[in-house]
């Protein structure tokens, strides 16, 4: 039973490069969520699908998008990175609203 | 005001002590209240849950819950070095997400 499986778990960009995050859960969650998380910023929401075919915003949205492309699957997408983006990057999921994340291993992000 | 707060800490305990971390909250119409431990450079792992108003313990740890004073706080008994992490508090304020804390550091002194 995998969980919550994150790729890659480290990347090094060039400022202007494009890269996907990719995110799969095995654990049949209804909710799933993009974090990114910040030395002394705590964890903020990037993004997140309530349900397969919905995608909502979260509190730092700007230089990302996302798609659900199944119930299992969550990608987050940076068409152009910045410097700013430079940070750790952690995929949840969730059953449904009561209950807790699972999370990812994370992705650490550097943008040269 | 912050959703949910937590003081950053560090807090430091020794080792066989009690460690108390709390967390206040907002909302009113909060549902759920969660505890994550996180390691350094791991993610956040749940380690309590509590819905209803009092206590909930599990083997070392005891999720406390006061919906009228709207805090939750997490006790940690017997206290070992391998409980030093940052440990974090979520709330479902309501909606689906969950909304987390800046998250305390507490570490354990052998």
């Known amino acids: 039973n995998a969980g919550v499986t994150q790729t890659p778990k480290f990347q090094v960009l060039k400022t202007g490069q494009s890269m996907t995050l990719q995110c799969a859960q095995d654990?049949?969650?209804?909710?799933m969520y993009w974090y990114r998380q910040d030395p002394g910023m705590g964890l903020r929401l990037i993004y997140y699908s309530a349900s397969e075919g919905t995608t909502d915003k979260g509190e730092v949205p700007n230089g990302y998008n996302v798609s659900r492309l199944n119930k299992r699957e969550f990608s987050l997408r940076l068409e152009s990175a910045a410097p700013s983006q430079t940070s750790v990057y952690f995929c949840?999921?969730?059953?449904?609203?009561?209950?807790?994340?699972?999370f990812g291993s994370g992705t650490r992000l550097t943008v040269v | 005001q912050k959703e949910v707060e937590q003081n950053s800490g560090p807090l430091s305990v020794p080792e066989g002590a009690i460690a108390s971390l709390n967390c206040t909250y907002s909302?009113?119409?909060?549902?759920?209240f969660f505890w994550y431990r996180q390691y350094s450079g791991k993610s956040p792992e749940l380690i309590m849950f509590?819905?209803?108003?009092g206590d909930k313990e599990d083997g070392r740890f005891t999720a406390q819950l006061n919906k009228a004073s709207q805090y939750v706080s997490l006790l940690i008994r017997d206290s070992q070095p391998s409980d030093s992490a940052t440990y974090l508090c979520?709330?479902?304020?309501?909606?689906?997400?969950?909304?987390f804390g800046q998250g305390t550091r507490l570490t354990i002194n052998p």
């Open positions: 909302d009113r119409g909060s549902q759920s």
């Open positions: 509590i819905y209803s108003n």
């Open positions: 949840a999921s969730q059953l449904t609203g009561n209950y807790g994340y699972t």
């Open positions: 979520a709330v479902n304020l309501g909606a689906q997400k969950l909304v």
């Open positions: 654990m049949n969650h209804n909710s």
